[in-house]
């Protein structure tokens, strides 16, 4: 697998919000301001309700099950975060990058294992395409390096 190495993930996103994401989710947010600058669109003179996010995840928050199921079996259920969902579910890349640019059009996460940022780009450019959108932030996200999911893959 390849791992990102050497970002500074505080120089995109604060403490605050780095504390309540998972690293894919990190990722997504920072790749889709990396895209929106290379694209020179000016995201404050976009109609915000025809702007769309597709940007999903093969297994989404890796490094907080294996955080959570921790603290599960050293702390016992009480002590499960109560943003354990929040950071884990597939489309939580999505959801914060609409968040982030007040995108109101359509925005879902296609899953379809490896192929899942192609899938979702290409969601993305029938929607352009039929009309339904006139920009859609679009890819996939991903963070699974950690001992479980090596593990996992490594057992196939």
């Known amino acids: ?32 301001e990396e895209a929106i600058k290379q694209s020179g669109l000016n995201m404050d003179e976009i109609d915000k309700n025809r702007v769309g996010v597709m940007v999903g995840s093969g297994i989404g928050g890796f490094h907080t099950h294996e955080n959570e199921f921790g603290n599960l079996h050293k702390k016992g259920p009480k002590r499960i975060s109560p943003m354990y969902i929040p950071m884990t579910i597939i489309n939580a890349g999505a959801a914060n990058i609409a968040i982030k640019y007040g995108a109101r059009g359509t925005c879902t996460s296609a899953v379809t294992a490896c192929a899942t940022g192609t899938n979702n780009i290409g969601e993305a450019f029938r929607h352009i395409k039929h009309g339904y959108a006139d920009v859609m932030i679009s890819g996939g996200c991903e963070a699974s390096i950690t001992t479980i999911a090596i593990a996992g893959f490594s057992n196939m």
């Not at 993930?9 to 604060?14: A, H, K, P, R």
């Open 1 to 32: 697998g390849g791992e990102v190495k050497d970002l500074k993930i505080e120089d995109y996103l604060d403490k605050k919000e780095c504390r309540r994401l998972d690293k894919f989710t990190q990722y997504a947010l920072i790749a889709s």
